[in-house]
């Protein structure tokens, strides 16, 4: 039997009653306050982005980009360069941007950024770095395993940053669109004090 007051039940009742609210509450606050992660894709450069012409001179390496990130894939598409059809191989190095020595504005969460370039460079022999693209290999695989093996009361968390240069020369591929040259990227992996989203 429940005895009801001002239209609330009243002993046993009304404690079971008060905790299915507090439950049905709690769990209708969670989702609608609830961020997921919602992954967004975008590209360097642009697929439809104009090529650089074949006599571009090689970038001054003063200014440049930065973006930071985990690793999150790491392909080498077997492509062809638009109008010869001559093979080249392309890496599509895809990097989701994290918080990274906050200046107070944070990067969105969830944005991949799809970074393609070639895996053999332009001109080899007057390049000051010949393993560039090898070089983001090898830190996507270092930043990956210190990633998975980072101890969880670490201060700091690994992220590997992928440096474009401004004026980068890029070329047209038939499959994988505009895609940089790999003389003119760099890859580096370091540590911050930001978790990954």
């Not at 590209?43 to 390496?61: C, D, L, M, T, V």
Request: net charge negative.
């Amino acid at each position: 039997m429940c005895d009801w007051a001002y239209g609330f039940p009243q002993g046993e009742n009304a404690m079971r009653s008060v905790a299915l609210f507090l439950l049905l509450t709690g769990l209708f606050t969670t989702q609608i306050f609830a961020q997921t992660k919602q992954v967004k894709h975008t590209r360097r450069p642009a697929a439809n982005a104009e090529a650089s012409q074949p006599s571009a001179s090689k970038p001054s390496g003063d200014f440049f980009s930065i973006l930071d990130g985990m690793p999150m894939l790491l392909e080498l598409h077997h492509d062809t360069e638009a109008g010869t059809n001559k093979p080249i191989d392309v890496y599509m190095f895809v990097i989701e941007m994290q918080v990274m020595n906050s200046d107070g504005n944070l990067e969105p969460i969830g944005l991949q950024i799809h970074n393609y370039y070639t895996a053999n460079l332009l001109d080899p022999w007057n390049d000051v770095n010949r393993h560039t693209a090898a070089d983001c290999s090898r830190w996507n695989k270092l930043i990956t395993q210190a990633m998975a093996s980072r101890d969880p009361n670490s201060k700091t968390w690994p992220y590997v940053q992928f440096i474009t240069a401004e004026g980068a020369r890029t070329l047209q591929t038939n499959e994988d669109g505009t895609v940089y040259y790999s003389d003119d990227i760099q890859c580096w992996g370091s540590m911050d004090r930001f978790p990954p989203f």
